[in-house]
């Protein structure tokens, strides 16, 4: 069974701080995403990625990078982190997205 | 605007009795896949049906794209099936790139 890992799974910052969200997959799966979670919002996509050194927009990338220096792993970049940022982060990968890892839960204060 | 749209909101069932939660989209698909999430917790994918019937114990997936909507049906509820149910579509070609709608809150109730 594919296994994405995500750390740290409860993270708080400050505002105008860096934050780094890590994922972690051991399938060898192309493609990877990153989603956020909100109350009324469902999940939307931030950034994603189709391979090593590629990373794409998503449908809400502003405030957010993304970096995909290997097949395994793919970050989310909070360069100065905003209040409105607090929400829980989903990473997933394979071809339909469909591997889920367990999420970070992040407040920004 | 909201292209992919979940109903009910919430839903609480006695145990035993059967749910239908429904999945209406505004735009072309390539597929349709149904989640669940724990409460709390990852996402957990049910199917990937792009088109017609598929079937996994208990749950049956129907997706009509000309009528751009897709059904999730549990059947015989048990209360390990309380969590959420998310749709999400696929378009284009922009593989994996899922647009989700807000989910179905299920309890069942012992």
């Known amino acids: 069974e594919a296994a994405v890992t995500q750390s740290p799974r409860n993270k708080v910052a400050v505002t105008g701080g860096k934050v780094t969200l890590s994922c972690n997959q051991t399938?060898?799966?192309?493609?990877m995403y990153w989603y956020r979670q909100d109350t009324g919002h469902g999940l939307r996509l931030i950034h994603y990625?189709?391979?090593?050194?590629?990373?794409e927009k998503g449908d809400i990338p502003d405030g957010y990078k993304a970096s995909r220096p290997s097949q395994e792993n793919f970050s989310l970049i909070l360069e100065l982190a905003t209040p409105s940022q607090t929400s829980v982060y989903f990473c997933?990968?394979?071809?339909?997205?469909?591997?889920f890892g367990a999420g970070t839960r992040l407040s920004v204060l | 605007g909201q292209q992919v749209q979940q109903s009910p909101a919430s839903l609480v069932l006695q145990e035993g009795e059967n749910a239908e939660l429904q999945c209406n989209f505004s735009?072309?698909?390539?597929?349709m896949q149904w989640f669940y999430q724990r409460p709390g917790g990852s996402l957990v994918s049910l199917f990937y049906?792009?088109?017609g019937t598929k079937h996994s114990g208990r749950l049956t997936s129907t997706t009509v794209i000309k009528e751009r909507r897709s059904s999730l049906h549990i059947s015989s509820s048990q209360t390990t099936d309380s969590g959420t149910y998310l749709c999400?579509?696929?378009?284009?070609?922009?593989?994996?790139?899922?647009?989700f709608g807000a989910g179905t809150q299920l309890i069942v109730i012992p």
């Open positions: 997933a990968s394979g071809e339909g997205g469909e591997y």
């Open positions: 399938n060898n799966h192309n493609n």
């Open positions: 990625s189709y391979g090593a050194g590629s990373t």
């Open positions: 735009t072309s698909l390539n597929s």
């Open positions: 049906n792009p088109s």
């Open positions: 999400a579509l696929e378009r284009g070609s922009a593989l994996g790139r899922l647009h």
